[in-house]
């Protein structure tokens, strides 16, 4: 990852409302790109546990995916959600959750790509999305 | 069906859908309203607002927003189904097809139909739109986990 991956993941971060809204970080160390989302009460969806709710989860999954096409893409558009299938694994804890995409198959028109998010240990994920991706400029 | 003595939300459904709209901290910080609960089916809306926008290119509302509407929204219908019954639902799996966007500055409303309810898992499919509900912006396919709650 290079200084201009480091730029264009800022821009991303700073551009969509949405990413402010769930208050979204990333981090770009090496080649890889960790998405942070910070707990905050505004994201709960169950207060007995208490546990994130299952759109905040799906939500900031997508935008992981998201941002990892932006950053590897590099065409400052966004590229357009197709269908995404997201399974939830374990309850969401009022703590910070991490996510890395990962890019299955980018073609000319469309990318394929799995992400995992996880809490305490990246090996007991608390859910994971696969989803189809139509590429900026199609 | 239902024990008697088993815990039920006093005012059924309608109750439980407001209750979800302002009790639960996520739908409060969208601005969610309910719109509607009928019989194992429910409809809700959030209203289009600038911090909700997902690409600023288009002002159109994140998929994330779509996404957290649409969960909540089956778990009002599965409350339908579940005629004011008190249990907890966990979503297992929730798979989203986006047919178009919605239209830039536009609210989204989602109605969602829990076709069938077993004692351990609800079968829901949902769509969202945003001004006609035969033009759908997506359509959800999803099952969730219910466990007995007690009141």
């Known amino acids: 990852m290079s200084e201009a991956d480091h730029a264009k993941l800022g821009a991303f971060l700073q551009r969509a409302p949405y990413v402010r809204f769930l208050g979204m970080r990333a981090e770009l160390a ?3 790109m960790t998405a942070i989302l910070p707990f905050s009460p505004h994201l709960v969806g169950n207060t007995t546990i208490p546990a994130l709710h299952g759109g905040v989860i799906g939500g900031f999954l997508e935008m992981t995916a998201l941002a990892q096409l932006w950053v590897t893409q590099g065409s400052g558009k966004l590229a357009k959600t197709i269908d995404v299938t997201i399974e939830y694994l374990r309850p969401g804890r009022a703590m910070t959750t991490y996510a890395r995409a990962d890019l299955r198959k980018v073609g000319r028109r469309v990318a394929n790509v799995h992400v995992e998010a996880w809490q305490e240990a990246r090996s007991h994920p608390v859910a994971a999305l696969r989803g189809h991706f139509l ?3 199609d | 069906m239902s024990e008697p003595s088993e815990p039920r939300f006093p005012g059924g459904a309608a109750q439980v859908g407001q ?5 639960v901290p996520q739908a409060a910080a969208l601005g969610m309203t309910l719109v509607s609960v009928g019989e194992a089916k429910g409809c809700m809306a959030v209203p289009w607002r600038e911090d909700l926008v997902g690409d600023p290119d ?7 927003v779509v996404t957290s509407l649409l969960d909540h929204t089956c778990g009002l219908a599965i409350s339908a189904a ?8 966990a979503t297992l799996d929730l798979r989203i097809d986006y047919m178009r966007p919605a239209a830039p500055r536009a609210g989204v409303t989602a109605e969602a139909h829990c076709y069938k309810l077993t004692r351990s898992v609800a079968f ?3 769509q969202a739109w945003d001004a006609d509900p035969a033009d759908p912006i997506a359509t959800v396919q999803a099952a969730f986990m219910m466990s007995p709650r007690s009141a």
């Open chain 2, 58 to 64: 288009t002002g159109v509302i994140a998929g994330g």
């Open chain 1, 30 to 32: 090496g080649d890889e």
């Open chain 1, 135 to 137: 590429l900026a400029g």
């Open chain 2, 124 to 126: 829901v499919r949902a």
């Open chain 2, 19 to 23: 209750h979800m709209t302002t009790s």
């Open chain 2, 82 to 89: 579940a005629k004011g019954q008190m249990f907890g639902t």
